[in-house]
């Protein structure tokens, strides 16, 4: 099919769910109310670091009203190993003789009246015998402070197959990558640069917070949650539980956002516990604060070193990072490995050796957020780009060009670069920003600069997804995927590349939502996979279902390309408007694990993501305000399937960022965290937003990908943060190494740059 008769993909068809969430009848899990359903309030940890001596739950049973309050000793009645996690058995449905952070829940109480459950449980005290804590990811790594004393690998994906976590340490993972000879590297070059760059621990933000429903039934429990893993949670409470997979039900609607908070198990083995303990259906829904005790994006610290030649050829480079993964791993060892071993960016370099460690402390935990450790990395390595082009009086354009990694080269893996188009983003960028372009700096206390910055991220495998057409007598089609629409559109791109197959429009295609018993399994909708992953499965499936058309058209003795319409075929073959046409389609891609010791290997990835921002900003030197005047997002997308909603996830991708890189901060003092509301914790408003946002994707076609496609939906978060960063230098020669870039800070660093520090706080 050439791209020229494609009817379907690379229309920006609107969205098929438009219409129901603006006027209101979209479904939410926050909406459903069953028969005798019961509301769990949750009790939780005061202190970041303790054991459990006693908890009082008597004045809350004391409540009328209350329905049950329940323990984790309670829960160890029923589940008689009540851990989960995806990389490692380390978290506690109800904490158990320890609690390791702040927040952490420790009692649950159930009533029918939500405000009822929520009184009593104020009521629950606790006694702990207090314990040091550690909080800081470099510190982790010596302190004597140890989170977890024992480490239970989950074993469940095979990329995180080899985790052991090293006893006695906080250590959950360690990935080393060791690529030529980076000290002969560094003892050839000219010139030796070292940075250290750290990141803030942030929150997810979804305006829908996390909800979930347990409803017991005859032998069998269904699960309705805002997840973004249906496929896992059934899998997971089924092995909690010790019940074949078949009594386990696991339903998701639409979700008002995930970004990664909602992945693997966040309240479903609670609420599946507690609904077991009463016999009755029980909703958890949280509030937007204990959002901030509930998942998080990863502090990190970044060392990097690099050996330049003085024509500006990056010969070596050393990267030590350190994942601050807070008190359960969650997937943090999967970001440790697998954004760590981009650690050293996208540039051609000869010599690379990177450690990354995933570390256990004692904060709220941190997992998977939109970019998957990308923008933490791609914030230190552009910063430290544009410090050396800087010191080196080169153009940070041409320095990038000189330096970047083109298709045919191998990356730091030893994985050949193929259909990867850094250096069409680099260009595109380039050319969107006028670079070449004198720029106007302002003058007076208002000053204006601008900068750039790329970065890439792997796509994760290996790693299944299963589709299914159902064609239906009167020719319609029905697609069963566990593709969660969390907002990106992928019911609608799905119904487009199933559209496309089947010749149909893809408004007449209806996506069925992820519900286990129905819809078959997909690992995960998350590390923008869906649209290459999923969407492979649901060409082949809507392939099959065409094969097996033409297949019906040859048993009825129909000649070859007869064309008859669909509803015709089924009443010759049944007699009447019945049966069905049943296609499925199932994609694994090829992927080969980094070797333990070196992390090299020929396959690293099915596909690369290639991202870069240019920002435009005007600094006021007299408060240290930053306005960010123009966002430019540029992505490698591969063919994209709606043009329109590739636009809004690359605006949507970088305003998230914008937020993490000027305002959103997690603040704590002494493991207390000290801003857990939106009225404290600054998101970004319309107001905040550049006057001007631009979009581009590439053009450029995946190869491997469905009609050329692959994923988009974390691409401009990755070069928000030095962009803006390299704009504010370029501004007023100031230059900040911790996120949030707050106008303090940058107030402090030009005084001080003027010989004028301000006094500390
Ligand atoms: N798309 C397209 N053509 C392409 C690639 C993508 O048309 N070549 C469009 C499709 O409509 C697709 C969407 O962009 O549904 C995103 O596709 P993809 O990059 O494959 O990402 P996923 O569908 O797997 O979605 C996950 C990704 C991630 S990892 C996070 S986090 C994220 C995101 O998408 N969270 C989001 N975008 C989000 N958008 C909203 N509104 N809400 C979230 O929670």
């Known amino acids: 099919m050439t791209e020229m008769s494609r009817a379907q993909v690379g229309r920006s068809v609107p969205r098929v769910e438009g219409r129901a969430k603006v006027t209101g009848r979209a479904e939410y899990v926050h909406n459903l109310r069953l028969p005798g359903m019961l509301h769990a309030k949750v009790f939780r940890s005061v202190i970041a670091h303790g054991r459990i001596k006693r908890i009082d739950t008597s004045a809350a049973r004391a409540i009328t009203g209350v329905y049950r309050v329940v323990t984790g000793e309670d829960i160890r009645a029923l589940i008689p190993n009540p851990y989960y996690g995806p990389a490692f058995h380390d978290q506690p449905i109800l904490a158990l003789d320890k609690v390791r952070h702040v927040g952490e829940p420790v009692a649950a109480v159930l009533a029918a009246d939500p405000h009822i459950a929520e009184e009593a449980a104020e009521l629950i005290t606790a006694e702990y015998e207090e314990l040091p804590i550690v909080v800081d990811e470099v510190e982790a790594m ?13 074993g469940t994906f095979p990329d995180l197959k080899h985790l052991e976590g090293k006893r006695g340490t906080n250590v959950a993972l360690d990935f080393h990558l060791r690529r030529g000879d980076v000290e002969a590297g560094f003892a050839a070059a000219d010139r030796i640069f070292e940075h250290e760059f750290r990141t803030q621990q942030v929150m997810h933000t979804p305006l829908e917070p996390m909800v979930s429903v347990a409803e017991p039934g005859d032998n069998a429990l269904t699960i309705h949650t805002s997840s973004q893993t249906p496929s896992f949670v059934r899998t997971e409470i089924a092995r909690l539980l010790g019940w074949p997979e078949n009594r386990v039900r696991v339903r998701v609607p639409y979700l008002g956002g995930g970004f990664g908070a909602k992945v693997y198990i966040k309240l479903e083995a609670l609420v599946a516990a507690l609904a077991l303990i009463a016999r009755r259906p029980v909703k958890l829904a949280l509030t937007m604060e204990e959002q901030f005790y509930t998942i998080t994006k990863h502090p990190s610290t970044f060392r990097i070193k690099s050996g330049v030649t003085k024509d500006g050829r990056i010969i070596a480079r050393r990267c030590d990072v350190w994942w601050n993964g807070g008190a359960y791993a969650d997937i943090g060892p999967r970001v440790t490995q697998k954004s760590g071993f981009t650690a050293a960016g996208p540039y051609d370099i000869e010599n690379v050796h990177i450690e990354s460690y995933a570390l256990y402390t004692n904060r709220p935990p941190a997992g998977a957020l939109r970019g998957f450790g990308i923008p933490q990395l791609v914030w230190a390595y552009e910063s430290h780009t544009d410090l050396i082009a800087r010191a080196l009086k ?3 354009l041409e320095f990038r060009r000189k330096n970047i990694l083109r298709d045919g080269r191998p990356q730091a893996t030893g994985t050949i670069m193929r259909d990867a188009a850094l250096d069409l983003v680099l260009e595109r960028l380039a050319a969107r920003m006028n670079w070449r372009q004198a720029f106007d700096h302002g003058s007076g206390t208002l000053r204006r600069g601008r900068g750039i910055a790329i970065g890439f991220k792997a796509s994760i495998a ?3 997804s299963v589709a299914m057409v159902n064609l239906y007598a009167d020719g319609s089609c029905g697609l069963y995927i566990s593709t969660v629409d969390m907002g990106q559109g992928s019911d609608t791109a799905m119904a487009q590349i199933a559209a496309e197959v089947l010749d149909l429009p893809a408004e007449a295609v209806r996506v069925v939502h992820p519900d286990t018993d129905v819809t078959p399994y997909d690992m995960a ?4 996979r869906s649209t290459y992953h999923m969407g492979h499965a649901v060409r082949l499936a809507a392939e099959d279902a065409r094969a097996r058309i033409a297949a019906l058209a040859k048993e009825l003795g129909l000649p070859e390309g007869s064309n008859m319409p669909l509803p015709e075929l089924f009443r010759r073959k049944y007699g009447m408007q019945a049966g069905n046409i049943v296609g499925f389609g199932s994609f694994v891609p090829s992927y ?6 070196t992390g090299l290997t020929p396959n690293a990835t099915p596909y690369w993501m290639p991202g870069g921002t240019g920002a435009e900003v005007e600094v006021d030197t007299e408060t240290g305000q930053v306005r960010v005047l123009r966002l430019v997002n ?13 636009e809004t996830q690359l605006s ?25 509301s939106l009225a404290d914790y600054k998101i970004p408003g319309f107001l905040d937003l550049p006057a001007a946002i ?3 994707a590439v053009a450029s076609v995946e190869h491997g990908g469905p009609f050329g496609a692959k994923g988009v939906g974390e691409s401009a978060t990755f070069g928000v943060s030095p962009a803006i960063a390299n704009a504010i230098d370029d501004a007023v020669g100031v230059r900040l190494t911790s996120l949030p870039l707050r106008p303090e800070a940058i107030l402090r660093a030009l005084r001080a740059a003027q010989g004028e520090p301000l006094a500390e706080a």
Do not use: R, Y
């Open 652 to 676: 949507g991708g970088a305003i998230m960022q914008l937020g993490f890189t000027l305002t959103e901060e997690m603040i704590f003092q002494s493991g207390q965290l000290t801003n857990a």
């Open 634 to 646: 540029i992505a490698d997308a591969g063919t994209p399937i709606n043009p329109k909603i590739v």
């Open 525 to 528: 909708t998350l590390g923008s």
């Open 694 to 696: 631009e979009n581009e």
């Open 592 to 597: 080969a694990s980094p070797d333990h010791d």
């Open 142 to 154: 010596t302190s004597p402070v140890i989170v977890h004393d024992v480490l239970k690998p989950a």
């Open 462 to 464: 290996p790693t299944t």
């Open 394 to 396: 080169l153009d940070p």
